[in-house]
Nanobody, 125 residues
Framework: QVQLVESGGGLVQAGGSLRLSCAAS????????MAWFRQAPGKEREFVAG????????YYADSVKGRFTISRDNAKNTVYLQMNSLKPEDTAVYYC??????????????????WGQGTQVTVSS
């Protein structure tokens, strides 16, 4: 069992920044690739960014490339999402998720084994 707890969401003006954190517990964190997804009202959950087990490889949705940065600290069992130049269309509930051990990153949310409870990000225009 893996527990994931997100934090760092909030209300920000367009052009602003937020940093999300996802603290994991329950298993050997460094064995698991991690990802951030988001879901806006009335829309499907979509992949935002992913990071490999060691942190050496990162992946981004085209919509956030160049604005968002995913990183991880395996010593702290935490993955981060630094979000800069935020836009109103970034408004959503953001979730972190974990794959099975040594599984590569995928954009398919159905492949992820565990999810956090989500944190709301609201970007005002």
């Amino acid at each position: 069992q893996v527990q994931l707890v997100e934090s760092g969401g909030g209300l920000v003006q367009a052009g602003g920044s937020l940093r999300l954190s996802c603290a994991a517990s329950g298993r050997t964190f460094s064995n698991y690739a991690m990802a951030w997804f988001r879901q806006a009202p009335g829309k499907e959950r979509e992949f935002v960014a992913g990071i490999s087990q060691s942190g050496s490889r990162t992946y981004y949705a085209d919509s956030v490339k160049g604005r968002f940065t995913i990183s991880r600290d395996n010593a702290k069992n935490t993955v981060y999402l630094q979000m800069n130049s935020l836009k109103p269309e970034d408004t959503a509930v953001y979730y972190c998720a974990v794959l099975g051990p040594w599984v590569s990153i995928t954009i398919d949310p159905g492949r992820y084994d565990y999810w956090g409870q989500g944190t709301q990000v609201t970007v005002s225009s």
